[in-house]
């Protein structure tokens, strides 16, 4: 079990790097919008959402995953790489279940895709990183409320004894 958390942990890494070395320049998201609304074409329409499924924008990113499941619902001839620029963005907003499904739908079609494999790992990592955060987030909240109670009890206390 500690090997594979050790690995998991190296992935996220790993992803976290490269996908910060391959965020598309404002240049580039721009010609491809040219290109895109200018000579409209499924792949055109690709290159931009897996342009913008690398972004620093969630909104960008929230778009790219839109663009990438409309490619899929029509059927586009690279349907896998749709599903790996969704998987991207949705890593990118940190919606790692979503993210996950989609690198296991992957992973079914090409089990040795080692990019995506590496961002399963990844995905599954920032979950447990997530709820670690949750799990101390609500532990210092507890601790928090039973101070302040303790708190309120102890003024409470002294107030009465004054009368």
């Known amino acids: 079990m500690g090997k594979t958390k050790t690995t998991q942990r190296k ?3 790993q992803v976290d790097e490269k996908l910060r070395l391959s965020r598309p320049s404002r240049d580039l998201l721009e010609s491809l919008a040219v290109d895109c609304a200018s ?3 499924s792949d ?3 290159q931009y959402a897996f342009a913008l499924a690398k972004s620093d924008s969630d ?9 990438l499941d409309q490619l899929v619902k029509e059927k586009y001839e690279h349907q896998v790489d749709c599903y790996v620029g969704a998987a991207t963005a949705l ?14 739908a992957v992973l079914r079609s090409s089990p040795d895709n080692r990019n995506i494999a590496e961002l399963h790992l990844a995905c599954i990592q920032g979950e447990e990183e997530q709820r670690d ?4 987030r609500k532990a ?4 928090l409320g039973v101070a302040a109670v303790g708190l309120a009890l102890g003024i409470a206390g002294m107030m009465v004894k004054r009368r």
């Open 133 to 136: 955060q949750k799990i101390k």
């Open 11 to 13: 992935a996220k890494i």
């Open 59 to 67: 909104r960008e990113l929230e778009y790219a995953v839109s663009i």
């Open 39 to 41: 000579k409209p074409s």
């Open 91 to 104: 890593y990118l907003l940190k919606d790692y279940e979503k993210a996950r499904a989609r690198c296991e």
């Open 140 to 143: 210092v909240e507890g601790t």
């Open 44 to 46: 055109n329409t690709f």
